[in-house]
């Protein structure tokens, strides 16, 4: 058994795993068989779903439910009420429970606060999705965006600064002065 704190309003059902050092605060719920990592938190009135798997220092803000078919690599951030879903096309008098829509949220990747993620759709490493946005298309390792539609409106380093390209297409980070280079409007660290 690990070393997690869970306070005492939290629900949590058998067969959850939960790294150490994880924090689950008031009124959430993890349910059968999800995986959380190590140095987790998660925030009040979160749902995590049966066989969400949460890498290592994810943080989940309040009133998030993490519904089966999500799984988010370690160091992703999710802000206050943004939603996940699992089906496309819900219909409340069909059984849809066997087609659930996957959605992989990449390393250090941050979702904003009531941005909508609409399933089917990965999230790249270190990406970053703004407030409000509704995400209907892949979106790629470390791009910016916003909208709705979620539309790119640039580029983000790991430190979740704006990346300005130069003419040789290198960009600096001012926060951490790591250096990224745009090759086939890909983005990669160097
Ligand atoms: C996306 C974001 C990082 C952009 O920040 P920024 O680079 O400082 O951008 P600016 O404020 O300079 O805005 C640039 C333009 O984008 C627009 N914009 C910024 N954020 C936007 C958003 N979330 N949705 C739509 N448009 C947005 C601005 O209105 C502005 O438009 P304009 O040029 O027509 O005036 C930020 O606005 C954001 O959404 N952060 C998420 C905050 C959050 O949810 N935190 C959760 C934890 S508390």
Same mark, same amino acid.
């Given at each position: 058994?690990?070393?997690?704190?869970?306070?005492?309003?939290?629900?949590?059902?058998?067969?959850?795993?939960?790294?150490?050092?994880?924090?689950?605060?008031?009124?959430?719920?993890?349910?059968?068989?999800?995986?959380?990592?190590?140095?987790?938190? %998660?925030? /009040?009135?979160?749902? $995590?779903?049966?066989?969400? *798997?949460?890498? =290592?220092? @994810?943080?989940?803000?309040n009133? !998030?439910?993490?519904?089966?078919?999500?799984?988010?690599?370690?160091?992703?951030?999710?802000?206050?009420?943004?939603?996940?879903?699992?089906?496309?096309?819900?219909?409340?008098?069909?059984?849809?429970?066997?087609?659930?829509?996957?959605?992989?949220?990449?390393?250090?990747?941050?979702?904003?606060?009531?941005?909508?993620?609409?399933c089917?759709?990965n %999230?790249g /490493?270190?990406?970053? $999705?703004?407030?409000?946005? *509704?995400?209907? =298309?892949? @979106?790629?390792?470390?791009?910016? !965006?916003?909208?709705?539609?979620?539309?790119?409106?640039?580029?983000?380093?790991?430190?979740?600064?704006r990346?300005q390209?130069?003419?040789?297409?290198?960009?600096?980070?001012?926060?951490?002065?790591?250096?990224?280079?745009?090759?086939?409007?890909?983005?990669?660290?160097?």
């Open positions: 058994m690990s070393d997690f704190f869970a306070h005492e309003t939290a629900v949590i059902d058998e067969g959850c795993q939960i790294g150490t050092g994880t924090k689950v605060w008031h009124f959430s719920h993890l349910m059968t068989g999800c995986v959380l990592g190590e140095k987790c938190n %998660i925030g /009040q009135n979160v749902v $995590i779903s049966p066989k969400v *798997v949460l890498g =290592k220092n @994810v943080k989940v803000q009133n !998030v439910s993490i519904y089966e078919g999500v799984t988010c690599d370690d160091d992703v951030f999710l802000g206050p009420s943004m939603v996940f879903t699992n089906v496309i096309n819900p219909r409340s008098a069909v059984n849809r429970k066997n087609e659930y829509l996957k959605t992989h949220v990449g390393k250090g990747a941050s979702i904003g606060a009531n941005a909508t993620i609409v089917g759709h %999230i /490493q270190y990406a970053f $999705i703004g407030a409000g946005a *509704v995400v209907t =298309k892949e @979106v790629p390792d470390y791009a910016l !965006v916003v909208g709705n539609p979620a539309r790119q409106m640039g580029w983000m380093s790991e430190f979740g600064q990346l390209f130069d003419a040789g297409n290198i960009a600096v980070c001012e926060e951490s002065g790591e250096k990224y280079k745009l090759e086939n409007n890909k983005v990669s660290k160097i």
